[in-house]
């Protein structure tokens, strides 16, 4: 099945600083990326969709000046928290479509950001 | 407003037996559900697909029905393992993707 990897895995950072996060399709081209969050025993909320070559849409209430979202080529997304604060500290996960008729998600592994 | 409510308190089987997950939504009318599997610190898996106008589909030891006009799916597992043990998601289609629920978390005991 189609693999998404998904790095850091985990990461602490002081609060103020930015931290980027990398999705990539290893075996497929993904020219749509899905990022989510996920606070302890809550759903995953989607963020924002990832489009290649153009601007991201972000859901409502997502701040896009401080999740910066890069989607440069078809198996590349990164997301971007600028200025991070405790508040932000969550698992973030992003996921990809094989191709634009594939119904289920593949997922990457999550990246745990806590932010001290 | 939608909704997606998958019962909140762990689910306690023992080994053997057959688990049964309920997924219920309102104000939807997704065109399939889907149920992924997510373990502890780690993205979902996707499981199985099922469309509006199939009312059950099974793989292996997995089972999924799906009740629109009750608005619930049922996904059950037989014969549960304790490698069984993780947080079953729903998650129903939307325009482009798809919307979760809170997921239920499957404990199974030898």
């Known amino acids: ?116 | 407003s939608q909704k997606i409510e998958q019962n909140s308190e762990a689910l306690n089987i023992q080994e053997g037996k057959t688990a049964t997950l309920t997924c219920n939504y309102t104000n939807y009318s997704p065109a399939y559900l889907q149920w992924y599997r997510q373990d502890p610190g780690r993205g979902p898996v996707f499981l199985l697909l099922i469309r509006e106008n199939e009312k059950e589909k099974r793989k292996e030891r997995l089972k999924v029905t799906f009740d629109t006009t009750l608005k619930q799916s049922l996904f059950h597992i037989t014969a549960s393992q304790p490698a069984d043990s993780a947080t079953y998601l729903c998650a129903l289609s939307g325009y482009s993707t798809l919307t979760f629920g809170k997921g239920t978390m499957l404990l199974v005991s030898p």
């Not at chain 1, 600083?17 to 809550?42: G, H, N």
């Not at chain 1, 153009?54 to 701040?63: L, M, N, R």
């Not at chain 1, 997301?79 to 969550?90: C, F, I, K, M, N």
Request: aromatic residues 12%; hydrophobic residues 35%.
């Open chain 1, 1 to 116: 099945g189609a693999v998404v990897s998904q790095h850091p895995s985990w990461v602490i950072c002081k609060s103020g600083t930015s931290v980027k996060i990398e999705c990539r399709s290893l075996d497929f081209q993904a020219t749509t990326m899905f990022w989510y969050r996920q606070f302890p025993k809550q759903s995953l909320m989607l963020m924002a969709t990832s489009n290649e070559g153009s601007k991201a849409t972000y859901e409502q209430g997502v701040e896009k000046d401080k999740f910066l979202i890069n989607h440069a080529s078809l198996t590349l997304s990164t997301l971007t928290v600028t200025s991070a604060h405790p508040e932000d500290s969550s698992f973030y996960i992003c996921s990809a479509r094989p191709t634009v008729w594939e119904e289920k998600l593949f997922f990457g592994s999550g990246t745990q950001l806590s932010v001290l």
